[in-house]
């Protein structure tokens, strides 16, 4: 009698076992396919030491570390507490980064302007820099920062930096009672002039004609959402990417954010690469991976 329960019960378990890994995979068939980032790298104290380069290093997000010849700044740096679940791990913590010269925030979206993020590096971040609007917010927050027009130009000690045009004002077609009236100058893209060549980052932004019009840039910072209402799409992508054919386009907004149903987040590079000249300039990095800048040969 024993070894006849005891042989039931085992059976009822591997029957369990077999099930539970059909709906496992029924599951995995089911959820819509997304583009997955490499596995993270974690970025070590080293990546913010002096040195004889530019390098550029994906943080996951929108967000990218450079530190050029030792000037180190981040654009868009999330790292910890954002509201959508990831698909991925940050490559650093906020209260491990050492130093930065300055943080770059191309708009006032979390994705871009953590606020969690840049209170827990404020402590060893000199400035932070955006637009006028944006700017009042950090200044509500508590942080030391500078608001710039669109077209201003300044220098961050070794690097030559300007804003530059985008327009990503969404909130104006989910209007709430008493919100303000966001303008295309609410949102930033920015332009890096390093020792080592010039480094693009337009921020999100729909599909704009200037885009199409700026100098040659040696390293794209891309955008790239296949959301054509409020970012480039893929075919504002495709153009921008080759209006500048030689240029590396170092990915972000992709990869990264488990949210198979929310467009913004979800670009493919494969199609990217399928419709750009030159696609094997499209470089596809693990979060905490850095990339050396070059000049371009004219």
Known sequence: MYNQTRILLLFSLFSFAVNAQTITESLKKDKKYQAKAPATIQISQQAFSKSNSTAITWLGMAGFLVN???????????????????????????????????????????????????????????????????????????????????????????????????????????????????????????????????IWAPGDSKFMEEQLHMPTPDLILFDYSEDAAFHSGLDGAVKIANAYPNTPLLLGHWGFVDAPDFIPFNGDPEKLKARVINPERIIVLAPGQPYLLKKLTK
């Open 68 to 198: 050029s010849r030792g000037t180190n700044f981040m654009v868009d740096p999330l790292l910890e507490g954002y509201d959508l679940p990831l698909l991925m791990e940050f490559p650093i913590k906020p209260k491990a980064v050492p130093n930065l010269d300055a943080v770059f925030v191309t708009h006032s979206d979390n994705d871009h302007y953590s606020v969690e993020t840049c209170k827990d590096m404020s402590a060893v971040v000199k400035s932070f820099h955006s637009t006028i609007f944006v700017d009042s917010l950090m200044k509500n927050d508590g942080l030391k920062s500078f608001g710039h027009y669109i077209g201003e130009r300044f220098k961050l000690n070794n690097v030559g930096v300007q804003l530059t045009l985008a327009d990503h004002a969404w909130q104006n077609n989910y209007k709430r009672p008493g919100q303000r009236y966001y303008s295309p100058g609410d949102a930033c893209g920015f332009w890096f002039d390093t020792p080592d060549g010039s």
